[in-house]
């Protein structure tokens, strides 16, 4: 029961919100069910529904096609090198447009937010060549770099910390002789944890679950876990089973990091809201 209406959740809410966790969390079931099926068993019409017990071949024939351990830790070091580095530098910027005062401060967020419309397929070949000039084809900094810095990053923290962050805080600290830098490290970073929190959940989620520019830049040398998946289940029958183990592999890291954020994220969400 709400304490501000009074009003208390009524049957149709609680079947509309269960019909939302079901349809919401099928996918990865079915994804279970799959990966522990064999290819003889996705083909019957209707598929069987609970899970079966090829988990293990299916994960060893994964193992077999793909360097799956390999890709594991490389999308984990870029994953994580990406999202400290965007949550950093885009709270450094969403302070900047937020909250000091320069010359075309205006023009720069309406260039930043601008470069969101411009679709990323149209950057690829300056990017490959650029990174071709560099030498770092087919190694880990071609995809880390392009990105540490998101225009909606710099654009989310800059929103959260217009509200989230008084002014009087800040001039506080000027009188008391506090520098840029040591207001945004005592004084900025504690109040924007929440929102950095979330900006480094999606961002995780979103560098773990790239494929397009790291199929671009990376081989089978040094793949991430999505351009790893590409290699299973070939032959003259595509074996779906072995896909949906390696898939279910490929999800667990991001399923452990939302389960141990998630609470947090939400918590540390709600005391910002009350804060405000």
């Given at each position: 029961?709400?304490?501000?209406?009074?009003?208390?959740?009524?049957?149709?809410?609680?079947?509309?919100?269960?019909l939302a966790v079901l349809v919401s969390a099928f996918p990865f079931y079915w994804t279970l069910v799959a990966a522990t099926r064999s290819n003889a068993d996705l083909a019957k019409v209707p598929p069987s529904l609970l899970p079966g017990p090829n988990l293990i071949p299916n994960i060893r024939a994964v193992l077999d096609e793909a360097d799956i351990g390999r890709a594991l830790l490389n999308s984990l070091l870029v994953s994580g090198s990406i999202t400290v580095g965007t949550v950093l530098c885009c709270t450094l910027a969403g302070f900047a447009f937020a909250k000091l005062r320069f010359r075309g401060r205006g023009a720069l967020l309406a260039l930043t937010v601008g470069t969101m419309m411009i679709p990323p397929q149209l950057g690829v070949i300056p990017l490959f060549m650029l990174i071709a000039e560099l030498g770092w084809v087919d190694r880990l900094q071609s995809v880390i770099l392009p990105g540490l810095v998101s225009a909606f990053g710099v654009f989310f923290m800059r929103q959260f910390l217009v509200r989230a962050l008084p002014d009087e805080l800040i001039e506080a600290a000027r009188t008391d002789g506090a520098s840029s830098a040591r207001i945004f490290w005592s004084i900025v970073v504690p109040v924007a944890r929440p929102g950095m929190a979330v900006?480094?959940?999606?961002?995780?989620?979103?560098?773990?679950?790239?494929?397009?520019?790291?199929?671009?830049?990376?081989?089978?040398?040094?793949?991430?876990?999505?351009?790893?998946l590409r290699q299973l289940g070939g032959g003259y029958v595509h074996d779906q089973s072995v896909v949906m183990a390696g898939t279910l592999l490929g999800t667990l890291p991001v399923l452990l990091v939302f389960g141990l954020l998630g609470r947090q994220i939400v918590g540390g969400i709600m005391r910002g809201a009350v804060k405000g």
């Open positions: 029961m709400s304490a501000r209406t009074g009003r208390r959740a009524g049957p149709v809410a609680y079947a509309v919100l269960v900006l480094g959940l999606l961002t995780f989620m979103s560098s773990w679950n790239d494929f397009f520019w790291p199929i671009v830049a990376l081989s089978s040398r040094e793949p991430t876990v999505q351009v790893a």
